[in-house]
C-alpha cells in the first residue's frame, strides 16, 4: 500500500497515472493474494473514490510529516470491504452448488447432471454477456449436437433461450431456484 501511495504521490493522478497507479498496485495484489481481491479493489476503489482521494491527501499534508499510517489504514478498510463484498457473493452461490449437485446427482443420470449442471453454474458463476453456448456445450461434454439437442428437448421445460446466433440456453430461474430454496 506505500508503494501505491509513492507511485502516486512521485506521479500524481491528475495527469491520468491514476489508472496506471491502480493497476499496479491490482497486479501486485493478484500476484500476492488472489485475482478477486485485485479486482474488488479496484471496484471498491471506484465506488468509495472520495475516501480514497482524501487517504491521498491527508497523508501528502504537511503537517502530517510523510507519515502513512492513515493511508495504509485506509486502503485496508477498502481492500477488506473488497473481500467481504467477495464473500457475500460467493457464500450464497456456494451453498446454492452444493444443493444443486446434490439434487442434481440423484434426480439424473450422467449427462442429463453434466448438461444441467453446466448450465447451472452459467447462470450461477458466469457472465451474462459470455454464456455457454451449444457449440461449448458439445466440446464440455464431449457430445454430438444431436444429444445436445435431445437433451434440450427432454429438459426444454427447464430452460430459456437467451440468444440465437449463437444458440444459448440458460437456466430457468424457476428451475434454479426451487432447488436452491
Known amino acids: 500500500m506505500a508503494s501505491h501511495y509513492m507511485?502516486?504521490?512521485i506521479h500524481p493522478f491528475y495527469d491520468g497515472n491514476g489508472r496506471v497507479g491502480r493497476f499496479i498496485i491490482a497486479k501486485l495484489l493478484s500476484d500476492y493474494y488472489d485475482n478477486y481481491t485485485a479486482l474488488t479493489f479496484s471496484y471498491v476503489i471506484n465506488r468509495n473514490k472520495s475516501k480514497y482521494y482524501k487517504a491521498f491527501m491527508t497523508a501528502s499534508n504537511h503537517l502530517?510529516?510523510?507519515d502513512l499510517t492513515e493511508?495504509?489504514?485506509?486502503?485496508?478498510?477498502?481492500?477488506?470491504?473488497?473481500?467481504?463484498?467477495?464473500?457475500?457473493?460467493?457464500?450464497?452461490?456456494m451453498d446454492a452448488t452444493e444443493k444443486l449437485t446434490l439434487y442434481l446427482t440423484s434426480h439424473y443420470k450422467k449427462i442429463d447432471y453434466?448438461?444441467?449442471?453446466?448450465?447451472?453454474?452459467?447462470?450461477?458463476?458466469?457472465?451474462k454477456r459470455n454464456r455457454l453456448t451449444l457449440i461449448d456445450l458439445?466440446?464440455?461434454?464431449?457430445?454430438?449436437r444431436v444429444k445436445i439437442n435431445?437433451?434440450?428437448?427432454?429438459?426444454?421445460?427447464?430452460?430459456?433461450?437467451?440468444?440465437?446466433?449463437?444458440?444459448?440456453?440458460?437456466?430457468?430461474?424457476?428451475?434454479?431456484?426451487?432447488i436452491i430454496k
Open 7 to 9: 507511485f502516486e504521490y
Open 64 to 66: 502530517n510529516c510523510g
Open 71 to 93: 493511508f495504509i489504514d485506509t486502503m485496508l478498510e477498502l481492500l477488506i470491504a473488497g473481500q467481504e463484498r467477495i464473500l457475500d457473493e460467493l457464500i450464497p452461490k
Open 114 to 127: 453434466e448438461f444441467l449442471y453446466l448450465l447451472s453454474m452459467d447462470k450461477l458463476f458466469g457472465n
Open 138 to 144: 458439445e466440446n464440455i461434454l464431449g457430445v454430438g
Open 150 to 178: 435431445n437433451t434440450i428437448k427432454k429438459f426444454g421445460n427447464y430452460l430459456v433461450k437467451i440468444k440465437s446466433r449463437p444458440t444459448i440456453y440458460e437456466i430457468s430461474d424457476e428451475f434454479l431456484n426451487s
